[in-house]
């Protein structure tokens, strides 16, 4: 069985669990890692060889303070780990650019042509709010306790939500055709 198709289609359901249901189940991505793992078994793979698991590590260290900053969520780093059980190191870099890059373009554009609301907050106050956000992260950062840490959006409207596995799914199509 190719893995890049395995892949896909595990991005795809994730992508699919994130739109339908607002979160990814940890028994699908469980589901992914034991095919990842039964792979390595099947095809005798060395580690030093094809670090997979060192590609598995590049995501949870680059995301890991976004999750705790509450900027992506637990499932789209479990995601990315997982996917990048399956790719060489450099790959799943490229994936994290692609991913990244996409999702930010379209959340500005979303932004920009969405027209206004009383629901909604307008483009003017949501960058002086990450303006906020970036001043109380700079001062935790120099560890300055009257600063309180707090999420970057306490949004719970399901309009202004970016599903990130959409994204990864998106990503990967231009691997799973073999480009990069």
């Known amino acids: 069985m190719n893995t890049r198709f395995l892949v896909l289609t595990l991005a795809e359901g994730a992508a699919l669990f994130d739109l339908k249901e607002e979160r990814i189940p940890n028994l699908w991505l469980l589901t992914g890692l034991l095919f990842s793992l039964a792979g390595q078994l099947l095809l005798f793979r060395d580690s030093y060889r094809h670090p997979e698991f060192l590609s598995a590590l590049i995501p949870l260290l680059l995301l890991f303070p976004f999750y705790l900053l509450r900027m992506i969520g637990a499932g789209d780093v479990k995601l990315l780990m997982l996917i990048g059980v399956f790719m060489a190191p450099g790959q799943i870099l490229r994936l994290l650019l692609l991913t990244f890059l996409s999702a930010a373009v379209c959340a500005v554009l979303r932004s920009c042509i969405s027209w206004p609301d009383s629901n909604r907050v307008c483009f003017s ?31 719970s409207r399901p309009e202004e939500r970016v599903h990130l596995a959409v994204y990864v799914f998106a990503g990967l199509i231009p691997w799973a055709a073999g480009l990069y």
């Open 125 to 155: 106050e949501r960058f002086r709010y990450l303006k906020t956000y970036i001043y109380i992260v700079r001062s935790a950062v120099l560890l300055r306790p009257s600063v309180m840490w707090e999420p970057y959006w306490n949004s």
